[in-house]
């Protein structure tokens, strides 16, 4: 018998390899961060969007396990923040053999081939979406007149802890050295590709507005979409919509944030915040109460924290400003 093992399955395994012959005690998390390393399996992930039956809007997620395995989501009438509804989608799983990309589920079969996805639903309705590339509309946005520029890929001047990554790119764990109280924040980031992990342990990290509010960070990318994922206020609300794109995309969060007001040691209004995330609002709300995590909980002004969440997740950010509001 013949054994044959996947070349991203093989990379895999090195690495994995690698660190155990280091003497590495805790589990190594494989990671990508460049996509022409991320083997097939990234080729196929992502977004797709198309018809089914006469005309009607349908988009599909999906997402890269490892091994040639998927999950994918299809969406009626269209992607999150693209024409659905947020109420039907179907869910399907996938697996790659022989070169060919199948997929199963409840009353839908497809398979996807040179960036296609194709199938049949209920009563043998026909289906074909296309891959697309989603982008933010905000992405690389100029800062106006009078912001402060945090990072622009060329120093960390501006930060008390934080460093360069791929000589362009801010890495984690990151602080502003400067206090911020109410203002207008742009920023963007990228989620690395982890197809081993799950959950809180693929791509994590946060946007600590003042050290306290976290804006969760996380490659949730065709998830549910809950208050410690991507765009979630942990612990205090989910997004309206998940809009994660896939790993190794740059997304956007533009973030228009209001500080607590104080008469005294007494809170008088709560912080309030309004979150775009990839250019649609997620997020128009009071927040109760600063989030764990953070270096403080005394809804004052503070500094920009950016997290690293411990876990080895190599998220990366850039193109940070901020306008302080009077």
Not at 65 to 94: C, H, I, N, R
Not at 190 to 217: A, H, I, W
Not at 257 to 270: H, L, R, Y
């Amino acid at each position: 018998m013949k054994l044959t093992i996947r070349p991203a399955t093989f990379a895999i395994l090195m690495l994995v390899l690698a660190a155990l012959s280091h003497g590495e005690e805790r589990r190594m998390k494989v990671s990508f961060v460049d996509a022409n390393k991320a083997g097939p399996d990234f080729a196929i992930q992502g977004e797709y969007e198309g018809t089914i039956g006469k005309a009607a809007k349908l988009g599909a997620q999906v997402i890269a396990l490892v091994d040639g395995k998927f999950d994918a989501v299809l969406y009626e009438m269209g992607l999150p923040g693209a024409g659905w509804s947020g109420k039907t989608k179907v869910e399907l799983k996938g697996q790659t053999k022989d070169g060919k990309t199948a997929f199963t589920g409840k009353n839908f079969t497809g398979t996807i081939a040179d960036g296609v996805f194709r199938g049949k639903a209920e009563d043998n309705v026909a289906f074909e979406m296309k891959k697309v590339e989603r982008k933010s509309p905000t992405l690389g946005a100029k800062p106006p007149e009078g912001a402060v520029v945090l990072f622009d890929g060329t120093n960390v001047d501006q930060w008390e802890v934080g460093h360069l990554e791929e000589k362009i790119l801010l890495g984690v764990p990151a602080k502003t050295k400067s206090p911020f109280g109410s203002f207008t924040l742009h920023i963007e980031f990228r989620t690395p590709f982890m197809p081993v992990e799950r959950g809180q342990d693929r791509g994590n990290s946060g946007v600590y507005l003042l050290d306290q509010y976290e804006v969760q960070v996380l490659d949730s990318f065709g998830l549910s979409g809950e208050n410690n994922e991507c765009g979630g206020i942990y612990q205090i609300a989910k997004p309206a919509v998940n809009m994660c794109l896939p790993p190794l995309s740059w997304q956007t969060y533009d973030i228009d944030f209001t500080a607590a007001k104080f008469e005294g040691d007494k809170k008088v209004a709560p912080a309030v915040a309004v979150i775009q995330h990839n250019g649609v609002k997620i997020h128009e709300l009071k927040l109760p109460h600063a989030t764990p995590g953070g270096g403080r909980m005394d809804e004052h002004p503070g500094p920009f924290f950016l997290q690293d969440h411990g876990h080895g997740d190599p998220v990366r950010y850039r193109n940070i400003w901020v306008v302080e509001k009077k």
